[in-house]
């Protein structure tokens, strides 16, 4: 159903070559470091599906820069928060207690879309080995943006997200919304005494799989898109609008992105409780 929604909002085949012309029309440049978040049924019909987009953000970008990709495993954390869908109380232990321990060469992404699914097997692609946060990278400094990633605090200073600031990279918004831009939590990570929360998940210790119990802050995704907003109508247009096959695209600096979101994070706090 997917497909035929996207051959239907597609007037032309997409292909790795349009697909490298849009990029370079949004404002994506080789030797570019760019963290990517993205819909493949957005983009209209994509002949190679997720490995064309994948090979066309390489072409783009080639390997004198970084293409940086979000592989998320939001299963590999605490079961007694599962929501979407939740599972019995009675089922918990048994969860913390024979979940396979993270593989950053095998464990799937878990709600991330077929793209960065695809990119993580890509030849050459690292990834992260965060249980639940994990990044996969590619490109010149790859080593660099997903080695030591600290098990606390995922998305905050020891993270691969820090990386990319740290590499004043840019963020690509490929058919999705602001509430997609993992960046926005390195700036949660900024504010001071940001609520905290205790995860989970299952990793290896000298060789041993435990379950692991640490501290992260409390996400809030939920203001996302009305931060995305405050900042795209911030002075100096620092978001760069267009389509890339049919899908309505954002790209803009990360830095710009979560140095505003700091400040607007300060102005308007999100008065939760800590648990």
């Known amino acids: 159903m997917n497909e035929q929604r996207a051959i239907l909002r597609s007037s032309n085949v997409v292909t790795v070559d349009s697909l490298a012309e849009d990029l370079r029309a949004i404002g994506v440049r080789a030797g570019d470091t760019l963290i990517v978040h993205s819909s493949l049924s957005r983009i209209g019909w994509v002949c190679g599906g997720p ?8 072409e783009t970008i080639t390997p004198q820069g970084n293409l940086v990709m ?32 993270f593989d950053p060469k095998v464990t799937p992404t878990r709600g991330m879309g077929a793209i960065p699914e695809c990119f993580r097997t890509f030849a050459g692609v690292l990834r992260s080995d ?6 996969a990278a590619w490109g010149k400094d790859a080593e660099f943006i997903v080695t030591d990633h600290s098990l606390e605090f995922g998305l905050g200073e020891r993270s691969p997200l820090a990386r990319v600031y740290d590499l004043d990279g840019k ?11 993992t960046s926005f939590h390195l700036a949660e990570n900024r504010v001071p005494n940001p609520p905290l929360a ?4 299952p990793v290896l210790e000298n060789g041993v799989r435990v379950w692991k119990k640490y501290r992260e802050i409390a996400f809030d995704t939920d203001r996302f898109d ?32 979560v140095d505003f979101a700091v400040e607007w994070l300060k102005d308007n706090p999100a008065g939760r409780e800590e648990y």
């Open 171 to 181: 963020v690509l918004l490929l058919g999705v919304s602001y509430d997609s831009n």
């Open 51 to 58: 490995v064309a987009v994948v090979q066309a953000l390489m």
């Open 130 to 135: 965060h249980p639940a946060l994990s990044f």
């Open 226 to 257: 009305e931060l995305g907003e405050a900042f795209e109508a911030s002075p100096g247009r620092p978001v760069t609008n267009g389509r890339i096959g049919v899908a309505a695209s954002k790209l803009f600096r990360q830095r710009d992105g």
């Open 198 to 201: 205790w995860e989970g998940a």
């Open 70 to 101: 979000p592989t998320h495993t939001g299963d590999y954390s605490e079961p007694s928060k599962w929501m979407k869908p939740p599972v019995p109380e009675s089922w918990w232990e048994t969860i913390r207690k024979t979940m396979p321990a």
